[in-house]
T-cell receptor, first 116, second 113 residues
Framework: DTGVSQDPRHKITKRGQNVTFRCDPI?????LYWYRQTLGQGPEFLTY????????KSRLLSDRFSAERPKGSFSTLEIQRTEQGDSAMYLC??????????????FGPGTRLTVL | DQQVKQNSPSLSVQEGRISILNCDYT??????FLWYKKYPAEGPTFLIS?????DKNEDGRFTVFLNKSAKHLSLHIVPSQPGDSAVYFC????????????FGTGTRLKVLA
């Protein structure tokens, strides 16, 4: 396995449209995290999964955002009725909690969303 | 409320010299700290970490120092190389079960040849 992959790498959409991003973590990793990064800022936590269970969501994750991780493998992040303020880099990270809680998270290359 | 702060947006260093990147935090519950490096169009890459029970951790050219009383950590790169030019993010985590990272805003390091 070569690492965390994300698809698409870039997405341009019009305001009001729905978009969906996919993240494929490193195969043996049971924890998966979504972060959002805007210009000039560091990544900000959105939500995380332990296997298929979504265990925490940030207040940044409005009702228009939904994330899933069916079968504890890949994850999807959907944004409904996109707004210009949703324009950002969406990063996915994974780690294996079985090796201890403080293993580093491995990040994917991100999906850059531009809402026109 | 910015819990992790990197007050220097950019830093330029001559090749072969030491680069020192700084990070301050406000949450005393943080007990694990990491540095990530990010190149354009790539995701952050893990560099080095330190637990709050230590005050120093070394890995090759990279050393992280932690001063818990001052709530301050720093990353030293010696000697600096042009390939080190990137954005460096400091991140912190606490033993809350989530182990999510709280990132600083990053410092852009430029190593001049």
């Amino acid at each position: 396995d070569t690492g965390v992959s994300q698809d698409p790498r870039h997405k341009i959409t019009k305001r009001g449209q729905n978009v969906t991003f996919r993240c494929d973590p490193i195969s043996e990793h049971n924890r998966l995290y979504w972060y959002r990064q805007t210009l000039g800022q560091g990544p900000e936590f959105l939500t995380y999964f332990q296997n298929e269970a979504q265990l925490e969501k940030s207040r940044l994750l409005s009702d228009r955002f939904s994330a899933e991780r069916p079968k504890g493998s890949f994850s999807t992040l959907e944004i409904q009725r996109t707004e210009q303020g949703d324009s950002a880099m969406y990063l996915c990270a994974s780690t294996n909690s079985g090796r201890g809680p403080y293993n580093e998270q491995f990040f994917g290359p991100g999906t850059r969303l531009t809402v026109l | 409320d910015q819990q992790v702060k990197q007050n220097s947006p950019s830093l330029s260093v001559q090749e072969g010299r030491i680069s020192i990147l700084n990070c301050d935090y406000t949450n005393s519950m943080f007990d694990y700290f990491l540095w990530y490096k990010k190149y354009p169009a790539e995701g952050p890459t893990f560099l080095i970490s330190i637990s709050s029970i230590k005050d120093k951790n070394e890995d090759g050219r990279f050393t992280v120092f932690l001063n818990k009383s001052a709530k301050h950590l720093s990353l030293h790169i010696v000697p600096s190389q042009p390939g080190d030019s990137a954005v460096y993010f400091c991140a912190a985590s606490e033993d809350s079960g989530t182990y999510k990272y709280i990132f600083g805003t990053g410092t852009r390091l430029k190593v001049l040849a």
